[in-house]
Nanobody, 120 residues
Framework: VQLQASGGGLVHPGGSLGLSCAVSGDIYSVNTMGWYRQAPGKQRALVATISGKGNITYADSVKGRSTISRDDGKRTVYLHTLRLKPEDTAVYYC???????????????WGQGTQVTVSS
């Protein structure tokens, strides 16, 4: 199972950015998918999650600015954030709870991280 994140980069304050993360491998099912971020000198923190049933959670810091969505056919989770701030600068990681084929339980997997820098 692999998670491949893409879409990071340098954005000016006030701009917007979209991230995507595709899950690949011999998979039976994908449950909750989400995004986390880690700023320099800080612990990794939740940004947003979306369950297999579509239940969504946002961190207070991005609520109203970020939208998380998923395409189960593509096994991909997306995060779109508006009005970016310098404090959004971090490495963004995707996470997914995956049931590999032949298994009977969900295991968490993480993507490799993508850098988002908000700076003028």
């Amino acid at each position: 199972v692999q998670l491949q994140a893409s879409g990071g980069g340098l954005v000016h304050p006030g701009g917007s950015l979209g991230l995507s993360c595709a899950v690949s491998g011999d998979i039976y099912s994908v449950n909750t998918m989400g995004w986390y971020r880690q700023a320099p000198g800080k612990q990794r923190a939740l940004v947003a999650t979306i369950s297999g049933k579509g239940n969504i959670t946002y961190a207070d810091s991005v609520k109203g600015r970020s939208t998380i969505s998923r395409d189960d056919g593509k096994r991909t989770v997306y995060l779109h954030t508006l009005r970016l701030k310098p404090e959004d600068t971090a490495v963004y990681y995707c996470r997914a709870e995956v049931m590999p084929s032949g298994d009977y339980r969900y295991t968490e997997f993480w993507g490799q991280g993508t850098q988002v820098t908000v700076s003028s």
